[in-house]
């Protein structure tokens, strides 16, 4: 069977590794003078840490010797990471695949982030399991990477900026301060404010809501990803409100990881699907 190995930034739950049989590596996460593995620091213990210290986590890529080693699996293996353009974690599979002599390796930049990347990675798995080949597999992945559709809703421009993963916010930081932005992912793998709302945070939700409606007739209703920083309510509501537009095969709402929490902060809620 073929491999099909991410990066902890994909945000997939455990049920879901285990379900669609998905390896996943994690990412170091530094924070109150401690070295934790993405996935060991539950999102309040990592935001009470940062309330209390007053300095923000820091992160590090999956090292090479990590990807070394699961490549040493005995299957072909495809393996699909955060975009290039926010860590160094798809370079390193790269140089740890090109070790390999045995078997073959895809190394597949997402140019995305969070369930950005599982869509893809789950995408692979359901390939897999239908029995289509490697490069049946890998074709098709890399086509898709552009049909993702990512954006998240965020409380503060804080973690972003002062983490240095969105350096194009920031000329717009200060302006932004009173104003709840909607991030997108970009077709480059980068990140940028998509729109900018005053209000209350609802009107930011709805604004989310607002553009699935829109694009609607080009989205692939299969799966649709719900990944928040632990707001629990803003995802039901999310979900009710896809639910009313569409018939969704499944909708699986999943908490971000310690990584993408430590890049955007609490109350980050995003909506990602695959567009046709």
């Known amino acids: 069977m ?27 996460v530094f924070v109150d003078n401690h070295e934790v593995k993405d996935g060991d620091m539950t999102l309040r213990e990592l935001f009470d840490a940062v309330d209390r210290t007053g300095a923000l986590p820091k992160t590090s890529a999956v090292p090479v010797v990590d990807f070394s080693e699961a490549f040493k699996a005995q299957n072909d293996v495809i393996c699909i990471d955060i975009s290039s353009q926010l860590s160094a974690t798809y370079q390193n599979s790269v140089l740890a695949a090109a070790e390999v002599k045995d078997k073959r390796i895809a190394t597949v930049d997402s140019l995305n982030l969070s369930t950005g990347i599982g869509l893809l990675v789950v995408k692979a798995a359901e390939l897999r399991d239908q029995g289509r080949s490697f490069d049946e597999i890998v074709s098709e992945i890399r086509a898709t990477v552009p049909k993702i559709h990512t954006s998240f809703t965020i409380d503060t421009l804080d973690y972003l900026y002062k983490g240095g993963r969105c350096s194009a916010l920031a000329n717009i930081f200060g302006s932004l301060l009173h104003i709840r932005p909607v991030i997108e992912v970009r077709s480059d793998g980068t990140m940028g404010v998509k729109e900018k709302i005053g209000g209350a945070r609802k009107r930011a939700l709805l604004s989310m809501v607002a553009e699935f409606n829109t694009l609607l007739p080009t989205i692939d209703l299969h799966r649709v990803f719900i990944t928040h920083t632990g707001c629990d309510a803003d995802a039901a509501f999310l979900e009710s409100e896809l639910r009313k537009l569409a018939k969704i095969d499944e909708i699986c709402i999943t908490y971000a990881g310690s990584t993408i929490a430590s890049h955007c902060g609490p109350n980050t809620i995003g909506i990602l699907y695959i567009l046709k």
């Open 2 to 28: 073929i491999e099909i190995i991410t990066d902890s930034t994909s945000d997939l739950s455990p049920e879901l590794l285990e379900r669609f049989h998905i390896k996943r590596l994690p990412l170091t």
